[in-house]
Each structure stands twice: as C-alpha cells, then as structure tokens.
C-alpha cells in the first residue's frame, strides 16, 4: 500500500477538485487541502502546474500530478489497497471508462462552457442544444456501463461515476441560468435517476458545492467580464 503525505490544491468552485475530492474520500485517504487563489496563483501552484496553472494538483510526498482524470487514476492506482478500485479490472472495460471519460471532457464540457458563457440568446441556445445531445448520448453510456445496476461502476461508483459526479452541481447551476433541464425523467430517465443516487451519497454531499452558490458566483463572473468588455470597448472608441 502506498503512504506518504497528500497535499491537494483546489478552489471550492472547481468541478475537476472535486472530483479528485470525491476519489480520496471513496479511497478513505487523508489530506491536507490548499483553496488556491486563481486571481493570485501560489508559487506552489505555479511550480506545481508549470505547464497549465490550473487547479487540481495532486501532491504525494512532493511529486505533483496534474489533469482530474489522471489524478483520479493515480489515487486508484497508488492506493489500491484503499477502499474499493474504482477502474474496473477487466482491460477492456477500463479502456471504455476511459473513452467516455474523455468524451465528457471533450464534448460535454465544450457544450457546457457554450452554454454558460453565452452572451446571445442564440449562443445561448446552441449550446444548451449541443448539450442536450451530448446528455442523451450519455444515457446510452450509462446504459452500457452499468449493465442495468445502480452506478456507471455497476453495483459501487466507479471511475466513471466520480467524473461525470464531479461536475453535477456546474451542470445543475446551468441548468438554472439557461432554463433547461438535462437530467431529464422522460429523455434521459437512467441519468435522472443516476444523478439523484450519486448526489445523495456521503462524499458528494461533502464536497459538491451548493448549486445556488455557484449560480450567485457565476452571475458575478459574468457582470464582471461584461463590465471588463465595455471598457475595453470604450477604451478603443
């Protein structure tokens, strides 16, 4: 079993922290947690991250590891004998958590970020409709994974269960700015009741932030760049 000390740097709004919140908990790991400022990056985190900057970095006995998805398949890899596995055995199996990974990292997060940064009703339609189908194409996924059991990882959440989990209250919190629902009980009834299961779990209860938080923090952002926008404007006119 692998030891040694775990330091995370994250901010209480990232989806891709907590993520990797989520795996250490499911792996009962202990750690100690650093909320970075990412107007004031630490030295820590620059150093860190050299390459992207950004949040999470994962630090085991000084070494860094960066990226969610590869941070969540080291936690599992390094501390196999913690808790549960949360890839699955079977070569191939893994290779299709992974594929869907990616394609939620790819394909819905673009949609997402469509969606939330639209400053058009038309831009604001497109992206939730590309997210829409991208969240139907992800039932079919579910449907596939777990093979008519609870969670993406069958009977106990699993790689992919953390990934998609981690960005739920982000996906909820759009859902309120653009007026659309995603997890839909007649569209999408597996994701549905997914989304339900996994929210009422131990771990995502502690570290999925509040939904109306992230809409608050999120109108804010917004006024902000709006306001960074005019006056970039007005500076050039």
Known sequence: ???????????????????????????????????????NKSDLLLTSNPVHKKVPVLIHDGKPISESSV???????????????????DPHERAI???????????LVAAWVKAFKAKTEEENLEGTEQLLVVVETLEGALRECSKGKPFFGGDSVGYLDV??????????????????????????????AWAERFGAL????????????????????????????????AAKS
């Open 97 to 107: 958590a992974r594929f869907w990974t990616a394609y939620m990292d790819d394909k």
């Open 202 to 233: 131990e771990a995502p209860k502690v570290f999925l932030p509040d939904v109306g938080k992230l809409v608050e923090f999120a109108e804010v952002r917004r006024a902000q760049q709006a306001a960074a926008e005019a006056a970039a404007a």
């Open 71 to 89: 941070v969540v398949q080291y936690i599992d890899e390094a501390f196999e004998s913690n808790g549960s596995s949360l890839l699955p055995s």
């Open 1 to 39: 079993m692998a030891g040694g000390e775990l330091k995370l740097l994250g901010t209480w709004a990232s989806p891709w922290a907590c993520r990797v919140r989520i795996a250490l908990h499911l792996k009962d790991l202990s750690y100690d947690y650093v909320e970075e400022d990412l107007e």
């Open 163 to 192: 990934m998609l989990g981690g960005l739920l209250s982000w996906l909820h919190g759009t859902e309120a700015l653009c007026g659309v629902e995603f997890f839909n009980a007649s569209k999408t009834p597996l994701l549905s």
